[in-house]
């Protein structure tokens, strides 16, 4: 009876738990690169998508962090991203479809093309541009040759 509590009370814990959170004011761009991911006939929706911001990220906007139990993390400069979502929201866009280009898509970065993938990011590229909007978010999902 002893070594079936243990066991119940095992099972009932587990240690590699995912998780789906979504910092509340990031969520439309999560949510934008899933929609424009559907349009492109990929289902990319994922259980253990964690997005949150986190103060001195040592020069960067954002970068991908993966765990052992395949926890993705996807995390934000807090100062850059705040001031960004007032100010340049494009911007927050191009950065997170860069970094769920790298989660998801399995994307290195761009070499020799015009690509949301180019290294150091793409965050101004659209900016006020809905035409190059769409031609970057193709590319996104359908590589150039590099």
Not at 5 to 24: G, K, M, Q, R
Request: a negative charge; charged letters at 25%; proline letters at 3%.
């Amino acid at each position: 009876m002893r070594y079936l509590v243990v066991i119940l009370l095992l099972s009932a814990c587990s240690f590699n738990d995912v998780t789906y959170s979504i910092e509340p004011d990031l969520n439309v761009y999560v949510e934008s690169f899933y929609k424009e991911a559907l349009i492109r006939g990929y289902d990319l929706r994922t259980p253990n998508l964690l997005v949150f911001k986190e103060s001195d990220l040592y020069q960067a906007k954002a970068r991908i962090r993966t765990g052992s139990n395949g926890q993705i993390k996807v995390v934000f400069d807090k100062e850059w991203v705040d001031f960004n979502l007032r100010t340049y929201p494009e911007r927050v866009e191009s950065v997170m479809f860069h970094e769920l280009g790298h989660a998801l898509l399995h994307r290195d970065h761009a070499k020799g093309c015009y690509s949301l993938m180019l290294d150091g990011g793409c965050e101004a590229c659209y900016e006020n541009k809905p035409e190059m909007r769409k031609k970057l978010i193709d590319e996104l999902f359908n590589p150039c040759s590099d």
